[in-house]
């Protein structure tokens, strides 16, 4: 997803839900817990009760005359009026399934063998669900019907009741526990991020300037990094604020020069009186329009090379053959000059990746300044060619060059080496460096091993599948 298209909330909220959400799963655990500890403990109360009601009636059981004699104590039955209206239901019986006392049909345990030992299960009785106990008990003196079963059951009122009772105290325990939980982490938040609200603060400040680098030292330690790329960021803005102040100082003061040259030159074909004098000075202000309109071409292709300026494109050129349909462009500017203008290619394949289009401005000022600067009858050369993975384009001329102390200067923006004279605009091989900056090349300047000339070569990295000849 675009960051652009992120849905923005608090911070505060993020780092408060991812740590209450744990917590709150935590609780629900803890609740579940306390819902089966609420259960085994009513089982085991209700367990208790109904073995000690059926215990009571058990030993109230007698032989009298050779019969048995069942008396169900009120203590037996009271002992379960916890006020929650629940009902009771029991039965005696001998070992062959004679009633002795209480309800007929009360659910026994399926299968129920007698033993020492009570059965506690769950039946129905009169479509109302019981908890129930089976407890045998043998009768001195009635060896026939000996032992005697008591079953007892109680519906679950109370057992339910019960289990809220206890489960109601953990859920208000758990509650208060998460909020309390919740406010801990609220102020815990709110000394935590002061240091991040500083920093926006500090952000903000309208009275500090506001590319001003912002301290790294008053904020967390995994806060730094976002504060050190801030400040890389502003001063990436600052260099580029700075370079575009210079530039459109520097843009001034060119076209200041042609552009009042131009005025000069219109001011006195308009005063001349003689066709003669009129038309020199119509020329003079023709080929001063033609230097201006180069200058603000120049311009624009440099401000289209700069970083940031397009968007970068990734095209497979064909460094030879671009470098072919320029020199063809050029053909008639070198025969009206008399120069030589040659081109060598070599059998490898030159196929790079990058912007075709300025690519093929890189070669248009480097031919342009190799002419511009070479004296009629001179040379230029252009080669292409390729050295393991770079392919690389040498322009080498016979002009005056550029002198040792001069050469770091020359890829500078509007400089110009005044010897050489020439209508540069001083722009040609500033373009140069930014279009072979963009396609991670390099290019450097020396002179030809005899006699005077300059000699550029560009080296710009290819693609390693292109190095079969062709």
């Known amino acids: 997803m675009p960051f652009n298209a992120m849905k923005i909330e608090s911070l505060r909220t993020h780092l408060l839900f991812w740590l209450l959400a744990p917590l709150a799963g935590v609780v629900l655990v803890n609740v579940f817990s306390s819902y089966l500890a609420a259960s085994n403990t009513a089982d085991m109360v209700t367990d208790r009760t109904l073995l000690a009601s059926a215990t009571t009636i058990a030993e109230e059981i007698s032989v009298i005359d050779g019969v048995i004699d069942v008396q169900i104590p009120p203590a037996a039955i009271e002992m379960f009026n916890t006020g929650h209206g629940d009902l009771v239901f029991y039965s005696v019986r001998t070992r062959n399934g004679q009633l002795l006392a ?57 057992h339910d009741e019960l289990i809220i009772d206890l489960l109601r105290g953990s859920i208000e325990q758990q509650v208060i526990l998460l909020a309390v939980a ?63 102040r210079r530039f459109i100082a520097n843009a001034a003061h060119q076209i200041k020069t042609p552009l009042t040259l131009l005025m000069t030159q219109a001011a006195f074909a308009e005063r001349a009186k003689a066709a003669g004098e009129r038309k020199e000075a119509l020329s003079a202000l023709q080929n001063s329009a033609r230097q201006f309109a180069h200058m603000v071409n120049q311009l624009l292709t440099l401000s289209r090379a700069e970083p940031g300026a397009r968007r970068p494109r990734h095209e497979r050129v064909d460094l030879a053959e671009t470098a072919r349909l320029v020199l063809e ?33 890189m070669i248009v000022n480097l031919v342009d300044n190799a002419l511009r600067y070479t004296p009629v009858g001179g040379s230029v050369l252009v080669s292409i060619g390729r050295q393991a ?12 060059g550029i002198p040792p102390d001069e050469t770091p200067r020359v890829f500078e923006r509007f400089y110009r080496v005044l010897a050489n004279g020439g209508e540069g605009s001083g722009l040609g091989l500033a373009i140069v460096r930014e279009v072979v900056a963009a396609a991670e090349g390099q290019v450097t300047l020396r002179p030809p091993p005899t006699g005077h000339g300059l000699i550029v070569e560009v080296r710009i990295p290819g693609p390693v599948e292109e190095n079969s000849g062709g």
């Open 182 to 244: 919740a406010a801990l982490v609220l102020i815990g938040f709110s000394r935590g991020l002061a240091p991040l609200m500083r920093l926006r603060d500090a952000v903000l400040d309208d009275k500090r300037d506001a590319l001003a680098p912002l301290p790294t030292t008053s904020v967390q330690t995994e806060l730094r990094p976002l504060v050190e790329a801030l400040n890389e960021y502003k001063r990436r803005v600052r260099a580029q604020m700075d370079a575009q």
């Open 102 to 158: 209480g309800y007929p049909d009360v659910p026994a345990p399926n299968p129920h063998e007698p033993g020492a030992h009570p059965v506690f299960y769950e039946g129905a009785y009169r479509q109302r669900p019981l908890h129930l106990v089976a407890l045998t008990h043998p009768i001195i003196g009635a060896p026939e019907e000996s032992p005697v079963t008591v079953l007892i059951g109680q519906t679950l009122n109370s």
């Open 329 to 361: 462009e050029f053909s008639g500017v070198a025969l009206s000059r008399e120069i030589d203008l040659g081109f060598e290619q070599a059998e490898e394949k030159t196929i790079i990746v990058g912007d075709e289009t300025m690519l093929r401005e």
């Open 389 to 400: 993975e770079m392919c690389v384009l040498t322009v080498a001329d016979n002009g005056p």
